[in-house]
C-alpha cells in the first residue's frame, strides 16, 4: 500500500498546453510539499501545504498553482507549459516525530512524475 | 553559491570499499542533517538524520558532522551492488515541517561486483 502515491508518472506533452498533476498520502501527515528535480539530480523546494494551508512558496511561476483540497492530497496544475518545465517532479508529506532533541521530521517521497515538454 | 554543496561525482568503486559522501554547507543556523538515497526512477528516501555535530551509525552506515567546519559526511562501509544509487545530503535549522529542507545536488554512487 503506497504511502505517497502520485500520477501519472509520465507526461509527455506539447508547449502551451495546461497539465495536473496529483498526489495523495495515506500516512496521516499534516504537511505536503511539491519539489522539482531537474536533469542535474538537483532537489528544490516548489510548495509546501500545512492542512490545507499554503506554507512555502519558492519563486515559483505563477503559472504553477497548487491546490489541496484536504489533508492528504495537494495537487499541482502548471498552465502554459514551457520546454523549461521538463523535469521530474516529487510530491511528499512529513510529520514531526518524538520530542526534544529526538525529535524528527522525515520526509516521505512519492515515485516521482517524469514530466516532458516538447 | 549554493547554500549546500555536494559533489556531483559519478563515484565508483569496487564491492566491499568503504565509501565517503560529503557535504559543506554555507548557513551556520542549519542544525539538522540528513542523508537521502534515490535510486534510479524513485524517489528519495530517507537513510541518516542526525542532529548537531557528532556520528550517527546504523548497520553499514556511518553519518557524521562537524558543525565547526560545516561539513557532513556519510560513510558506507563493506559496499554493496545493492548501494548503487544517488546519495544526497539535506539540512534545516529546525525541526518544523513549515521549514524547506535545502539539498546538495546528490552524488551518483556506483558499486563494482
Known amino acids: 500500500d503506497t504511502a505517497v502515491s502520485q500520477t501519472p508518472k509520465y507526461l509527455v506533452t506539447q508547449m502551451g498546453n495546461d497539465k495536473s498533476i496529483k498526489c495523495e498520502q495515506n500516512l496521516g501527515h499534516d504537511t505536503m510539499y511539491w519539489y522539482k528535480q531537474d536533469s542535474k539530480k538537483f532537489l528544490k523546494i516548489m510548495f509546501s501545504?500545512?492542512?490545507?494551508?499554503?506554507?512555502i512558496n519558492e519563486t515559483v511561476p505563477n503559472r504553477f498553482s497548487p491546490k489541496s483540497p484536504d489533508k492528504a492530497h495537494l495537487n499541482l496544475h502548471i498552465n502554459s507549459l514551457e520546454l523549461g518545465d521538463s523535469a521530474v517532479y516529487f510530491c511528499a508529506s512529513s510529520q514531526e516525530e518524538g520530542a526534544g532533541t529526538l525529535a524528527k521530521n522525515i520526509q516521505y517521497f512519492g515515485a516521482g512524475t517524469r514530466l516532458s515538454v516538447l | 553559491q549554493k547554500e549546500v554543496e555536494q559533489d556531483p561525482g559519478p563515484l565508483s568503486v569496487p564491492e566491499g570499499a568503504i565509501v565517503s559522501l560529503n557535504c559543506t554547507y554555507s548557513?551556520?543556523?542549519?542544525?539538522?542533517f540528513m542523508w537521502y538515497r534515490q535510486y534510479s526512477r524513485k524517489g528519495p528516501e530517507l537513510l541518516m538524520y542526525?542532529?548537531?555535530?557528532g556520528n550517527k551509525e546504523d548497520g553499514r552506515f556511518t553519518a557524521q558532522v562537524d558543525k565547526s567546519s560545516k561539513y557532513i559526511s556519510l560513510f558506507i562501509r563493506d559496499s554493496q551492488p545493492s548501494d548503487s544509487a544517488t546519495y544526497l545530503c539535506a539540512t534545516r535549522q529546525t525541526n518544523f515541517g513549515n521549514e524547506k529542507l535545502t539539498f546538495g545536488t546528490g552524488t551518483r554512487l556506483t558499486i563494482i561486483p
Open positions: 548557513n551556520s543556523a542549519f542544525q539538522y
Open positions: 501545504y500545512n492542512n490545507k494551508e499554503l506554507i
Open positions: 542526525t542532529y548537531s555535530s
